[in-house]
Nanobody, 119 residues
């Protein structure tokens, strides 16, 4: 099992920045990649980006490309989502997720952290 704990959400004005953190614990050696999803009220869940745990290869959604950056700290088993130039449309609950090497889906989810961008 893998446990994920997010932090760093909050209220920010448009144009501002936030950095979300996701600390993984438990069987972290089984993690293949970690990702961020978000869900705004009344909207479907949206993929934000992911990072391969061993290679560091990253994929970022077009909607946030150039503004959001995913990174990791192996020593801390932590993944970060640096969010710059935030827009009101970025308002959502952000979830950190993990996929194990033996699975094809993201089975592990954090509790979510609220990000609110005011105009």
């Amino acid at each position: 099992q893998v446990q994920l704990v997010e932090s760093g959400g909050g209220l920010v004005q448009a144009g501002g920045s936030l950095r979300l953190s996701c600390a993984a614990s438990g069987r972290t050696s089984s993690i293949a990649d970690m990702a961020w999803f978000r869900q705004a009220p009344g909207k479907e869940r949206e993929f934000v980006g992911n990072i391969n745990w061993s290679s560091g290869w990253r994929v970022t959604a077009d909607s946030v490309k150039g503004r959001f950056t995913i990174s990791r700290d192996d020593a801390k088993n932590t993944v970060y989502l640096q969010m710059n130039s935030l827009k009101p449309d970025d308002t959502a609950v952000y979830y950190c997720v993990a996929r194990s090497t033996s699975a094809s889906n993201y089975a592990y989810w954090g509790q979510g952290t609220q990000v609110t961008v005011s105009s």
